[in-house]
């Protein structure tokens, strides 16, 4: 069954560094393009980034543009989230989501979230 | 503020209908027959109940149903169980620049 479980979350300092992964099974992780989502505590859903299926193409939300950096590795079946010069605004669940087709924009499978928190 | 507005609440008794509203404009909701909607229990992820507008997916209930007119698209769910009661999610393709976008989020309660 397919499965996405995302890591790396945790406590970080406002202007530092965090990296997410999530690792993607029981399906074909180069033949979807993959997104990134956040929900900030007790808010509502904000698309954050999308990668294709090989890499090629990125986009991403103003607000975290120019400081996150999405990238996959399909080999090892894993998806990344670079963030940088973290904000207190940054914190958030963040999920790693699977576009479902090439020929529409949904999310069929989401993993389970790893929280960030920005704080000093 | 979100880009989609949704309600902030809506409310039915078991075996009722509720309708929850999502309006967007012409370059979202409008211009593309992209919208999607989540379902989201406490502390859980999102679960997809409807893409594409109105299509369902595999193991999703047929008392959830999607429509849309014009900016607006709505998700119905007639015949209120208890287990509905949630946080519901739209979203829409947004175009080439925005890609997605989502609304504010309806909460749900069975009463």
């Known amino acids: 069954q397919v499965q996405l479980v995302e890591s790396g979350g945790g406590v970080v300092q406002p202007g530092r560094s965090l990296r997410l992964s999530c690792a993607a099974s029981g399906f074909t992780l180069s033949s979807f393009a993959m997104n990134w989502v956040r929900q900030a505590p007790g808010k509502g859903l904000e698309w954050v980034a999308v990668?294709?299926?090989?890499?090629?193409?990125?986009y991403y939300a103003d607000s975290v543009k120019g400081r996150f950096t999405i990238s996959r590795d399909n080999s090892k079946k894993t998806l990344d989230l670079q963030m940088n010069s973290l904000k207190g605004e940054d914190t958030a669940v963040y999920y790693c989501?699977?576009?479902?087709?090439?020929?529409?924009?949904?999310?069929?499978?989401w993993g389970q979230g790893t929280l960030v928190t920005v704080s000093s | 503020q979100s880009a989609l507005t949704q309600p902030r609440s809506v409310s039915g008794s078991p075996g009722q209908s509720v309708t929850i509203s999502c309006t967007g404009t012409s370059s979202d909701v409008g211009g593309y027959n992209y919208v999607s909607w989540y379902q989201q229990h406490p502390g859980k992820a999102p679960k997809l109940m409807i893409y594409d507008v109105n299509k369902r997916p595999s193991g999703v209930p047929d008392r959830f149903s999607g429509s849309k007119s014009g900016n607006t698209a709505s998700l119905t769910i007639s015949g209120l169980q208890a287990e509905d009661e949630s946080d519901y999610y739209c979203c829409s393709y947004g175009g080439s620049y925005t890609l997605v976008v989502f609304g504010g989020g309806t909460k749900l309660t069975v009463l």
């Open positions: 989501a699977r576009r479902a087709t090439i020929t529409s924009f949904y999310f069929d499978f």
């Open positions: 990668i294709s299926y090989d890499g090629n193409n990125k």
